[in-house]
């Protein structure tokens, strides 16, 4: 990999670790989903920072940002954007929505019906969106941060399996340890972390960052331990709903973002093993019968892993 792309990630790290603290595990699996053109679904209670890491992400290279606050009353106009009819031209003129940016925040996404979810399936999967019969590109990169609730909280709207599957992964913030929130408080008691944050790369550079991670090699004994991880989350008995293919190209994808992030043109086990349970946990269901003493979300992280660590590493 270049020095100077190496630089670049460097900088995006630190930069996003200014305001998110002693979570680089969580920022690295933001940055992977950055450039494997994915999507970003964070699941926890409120204030552990989720909000805080996509204006992170968001602050630290050149892009437009926008922040969606999804509520019960919201419309997918609200989301898209609405014609509308400039009496001048005598013709209707499209006003786009706040979808239209590079990364979009879509915050609190389970409190809106599922009408308004679904209007971010098209754009999430075919970065564009249809309205009035017109199909409008989004600007790229394009990336959707989803913060939702437990669904335990009261008025929210569990997302649907079609929906999910367009996150790459689903992440947990986690509370911070207790030296990590004294830093908090001392830091934020004197400065706001995140609007003091300056742009370390360009949009040019992440998109070339996205087309390096495309380039990197994956070994076929790599693509049957992917496999095998699969097949086995479909014949588990403790399972209702298996990995899909579109779950398998995504594990290969963030893997590869995975060995570009630490410096490598080539993938490892370890790439695959990491990142399995945050890539599939969202794209299986777990058997009532296996999930009644627990989350749901849970069960079904506690399973894959038991899978994952059952499958032999290729050597």
Avoid at 91 to 115: H, K, M, Q, S, Y
Avoid at 218 to 245: C, M
């Amino acid at each position: 990999m270049p020095t100077v792309t190496s630089r670049v990630v460097t900088q995006l790290q630190r930069s996003i670790a200014k305001a998110i603290f002693g979570k680089e595990d969580v920022i690295q699996l933001a940055l992977i989903t950055l450039l494997a053109r994915g999507h970003l679904l964070i699941e926890d209670v409120p204030g552990v920072g989720k909000t805080t890491l996509a204006q992170a992400l968001a602050k630290s290279f050149h892009c437009t940002f926008q922040r969606i606050q999804f509520t019960s009353d919201l419309l997918p106009s609200d989301v898209l954007g609405v014609s509308v009819y400039n009496p001048e031209s005598r013709d209707f003129e499209f006003r786009p929505g706040p979808i239209f940016a590079n990364v979009v925040l879509a915050d609190e996404i389970n409190r809106t019906t599922p009408r308004t979810q679904s209007a971010l399936l098209e754009a999430m999967n075919e970065a564009q969106v249809t309205v009035d019969g017109r199909t409008i590109p989004l600007p790229q990169p394009f990336l959707v941060i989803a913060t939702q609730n437990p669904v335990e909280h009261h008025g929210t709207y569990p997302l649907p399996e079609s929906q999910l599957d367009r996150f790459l992964m689903r992440i947990k913030m986690g509370y911070p340890s207790h030296e990590t929130e004294r830093q908090i408080l001392r830091s934020r008691a004197t400065d706001d972390s995140v609007g003091a944050l300056e742009p370390v790369a360009g949009i040019s550079d992440v998109m070339a960052m996205q087309e390096n991670v495309a380039h990197v090699k994956v070994d076929s004994s790599l693509h049957d331990y992917a496999l095998e991880i699969v097949n086995r989350t479909r014949k588990s008995d403790q399972l209702a709903l298996g990995v899909s293919p579109r779950g398998t190209l995504m594990l290969q994808r963030a893997a590869q973002a995975r060995a570009f992030l630490e410096g490598r043109e080539y993938c490892l086990p370890d790439d695959f093993k990491q990142l399995a349970v945050a890539v599939f946990s969202h794209r299986v269901v777990a058997n009532t019968r296996h999930a009644s003493l627990q989350k749901k979300s849970e069960t079904t992280e506690t399973v894959l892993r038991e899978i994952v660590d059952s499958v032999r590493v290729p050597l």
